[in-house]
């Protein structure tokens, strides 16, 4: 029970709506979403080197939403690797070394202020080429309402 609160406290700092960077870092939050869960955050000598955070918001626009997203990675030192379209979802892949990161946005066709980002920060090779469909060990992967790993 004495971990409770400062789960909260996590919880409470890395979804807040005015937080325009993940946690105490320099990845940048997908624009336009709210961050729901954020997990699985590493820190290597005080940098974050991998988290993974499940967003929802409004997708009206889609190309603002990934245009003011690959801005502000931009703007904080990441450059691009590469983007690609899949149906409704877009995959922007980020470096800056010796980390990648992934966001894949999602367009929920039945009530599209709901629809579905998931950010990807790792360290080293990039899993899958040109976005990782799974997590690196392949224990998590993507959630629902996105599209399924190119082959």
Request: proline share 9%.
């Amino acid at each position: 029970m004495r971990s409770l609160p400062r789960i909260l406290l996590v919880l409470l700092v890395g979804c807040s709506a005015d937080n325009t960077m993940v946690l105490d870092s320099d990845i940048p939050n997908v624009s336009g979403f709210d961050a729901l869960v954020t997990r699985d955050v590493t820190r290597t000598a005080g940098v974050m080197s991998s988290v993974e955070v499940i967003y929802r918001g409004d997708v009206t626009d889609t190309e603002t939403n990934i245009t003011e997203t690959r801005q502000i990675f931009l703007d904080h030192g990441w450059t691009v690797v590469s983007e690609q379209a899949r149906g409704e979802t877009t995959i922007l892949n980020f470096a800056k070394a010796p980390r990648w990161a992934t966001v894949q946005i999602a367009l929920n066709q039945i009530d599209p202020m709901m629809s579905p980002a998931l950010l990807r920060v790792g360290t080293g090779a990039a899993p899958g080429v040109p976005a990782p469909a799974a997590s690196p060990d392949r224990a998590i992967g993507p959630p629902d309402g996105f599209a399924p790993a190119p082959f």
